[in-house]
């Protein structure tokens, strides 16, 4: 054997030693995961702590039996899946993998791929109707692909349970092109051996075909959502916007644009560049009315949320937009009154209630009326606090970061992380992970401002952002 192959596949056991040496320590409690990929230590975490999946765990569950049918998008995804699945399978038999393709919640529909794995693979549950979610089995290649929003690779022990040792897997997720909720995951696996060399070119090119026929669709729905907007439109005189699923505008008329500060009259059919409004309860709203309509076609309701025009909440009406029977959006009417009344705290909670200001002094006897998404960070600085700004920093009028705390609980926005840190979550660019598995919020203000987050608050952290 050639001594430059000898020295990789000596690297590559050591790697593997040290990637299993973390996984021991860390089923047994350890946060020590040196040597181990960053995507990979998040997922064990919520393995671990969130989900409290049992890493000795010999049987994959079966998948729950759902009562709700898959949405046309979903149709559309997995004819398209597989299809390219079936062109990519002798290739994937060829290397000794399967192929399989699961729904949203990890549900495995079909597999491919070589009879003998396949063998394997079904014994082992990597088979039609069970349930692969990261909640159900930890890490494994189609479950954190369904987390994360990239291709995964999860090799051997990087899977949190050990019956899953002898695998490497890839897989990559499809995910709506309005709200970015996956759809369907594609997965290649092959066992004890190493994935076919051209695994991430067929992945990505088939998530690339799926992709661009719901681009497609969506186009077709904005410009349903269009048609729909300009009918009303020539009916009503209230302020009028239409909405996709997501909440993002597809039109608004000169009025709506105002109170949601997006262009007027500049249609957006295509998903990518639709309007995002700068309302987050108008948007909590309006995603709690898909969810409304997708189970009930006949809902329509109606609402109250502040906005930056006036002191008193004004009233939003909702009505449904299907396109063959498909929700593809919404009509919202402010000043209109219809259908379901539904409660301020249903729609998103606090974001919902009076909207705050947090006061800062830029000099003695001048005070800055400050809105809370222009807050990244507040700092304690004995008993006083310093908040850090997109005007720069200030100086807060209130002194003690518990009083700032308890002043800003309401919104929902904000987060103690650390005895001397307050951060807006809305505001968090990036989280990094330190060798000995600390966390580092990189804040998206003008100096990305670092915020370590106490060893307490990480469940805190995981929780609120969702990793």
């Known amino acids: 054997m050639p001594v430059e192959r000898r020295l990789k596949l000596r690297s590559r056991d050591s790697t593997a030693a040290e990637v299993y040496g973390a996984w021991e320590r860390f089923v047994q409690g350890d946060d020590d995961v040196y040597g181990v990929r960053p995507e990979v230590a998040i997922s064990w975490q919520r393995s671990r702590d969130l989900y409290r999946i049992d890493p000795f765990l010999t049987e994959v569950p079966n998948a729950p039996l759902s009562q709700a049918g898959h949405s046309l998008d979903q149709d559309v995804v997995f004819a398209e899946l597989g299809f390219c699945a079936a062109a990519m399978a002798h290739g994937v038999a060829e290397a000794g ?40 089995v930890g890490t494994n290649s189609m479950g954190t692909a369904l987390v994360a929003r990239r291709a995964v690779m999860i090799r051997q022990s990087e899977h949190w349970c050990q019956a899953f040792h002898d695998w490497s897997c890839a897989a990559v997720a499809v995910r709506d092109v309005v709200s970015k909720e996956p759809l369907a995951v594609l997965n290649i696996s092959c ?39 300009t009918h009303a439109r020539g009916r009503s005189k209230q302020p009028l916007v239409a909405v996709d699923t997501a909440g993002a505008v597809v039109i608004a ?24 409004p700068q309302l987050p309860s108008f948007i909590h709203a309006a995603r709690f009315a898909t969810t409304r309509a997708g189970s009930d076609p006949g809902w329509t309701g109606s609402t109250q949320i502040f906005t930056h025009l006036a002191d008193e909440p004004s009233s939003i009406g909702i009505r449904p937009v299907f396109l063959h029977g498909d929700l593809i959006g919404h009509l919202i009417s402010f ?15 606090v974001l919902l209630g009076q909207p705050r200001r947090v006061v800062a002094l830029r000099e003695e006897n001048r005070m800055v009326m400050l809105r809370t998404s222009e807050v990244t960070v507040a700092e304690a600085d004995g008993s006083g606090v310093w908040l850090h700004t997109d005007e720069g920093r200030l100086r807060a009028a209130l002194s003690g970061l518990d009083r700032l705390e ?57 929780d609120a952002l969702n990793i």
């Open 97 to 136: 993998g399967v192929v399989t393709i699961a729904d949203a919640s990890g549900r495995v529909l079909t597999a491919w791929g070589d009879k003998d794995t396949r063998s394997i693979a079904t014994a082992g549950g990597l088979a039609p109707w069970f349930s692969w979610s990261e909640g159900a």
């Open 253 to 276: 008329d000169d009025m709506a644009s105002v109170i949601l500060g997006v262009p007027s009259n500049t249609p957006a059919v295509d998903a990518v560049v639709r309007w995002v």
């Open 335 to 349: 000043g209109a009154s219809a259908g379901e009344q539904f409660p301020q705290a249903v729609t998103g909670g």
């Open 191 to 229: 066992w004890r051996g190493d994935l076919p060399l051209s695994t991430r070119q067929w992945l990505e090119g088939a998530v690339a075909r799926a992709q661009n026929s719901l681009r497609r669709r969506a186009h077709d729905s904005g410009s349903e959502l269009l048609a729909a907007y």
């Open 406 to 462: 308890s002043d800003l609980a309401a919104t929902g926005s904000f987060l103690r992380v650390h005895r001397q840190y307050l951060v807006n979550l809305s505001r968090i660019r990036e989280v990094e992970r330190r060798d000995k598995g600390e966390l580092v919020l990189v804040m998206d203000d003008p100096e990305n401002t670092m915020v370590p987050v106490s060893r307490r608050n990480v469940r805190a952290v995981r």
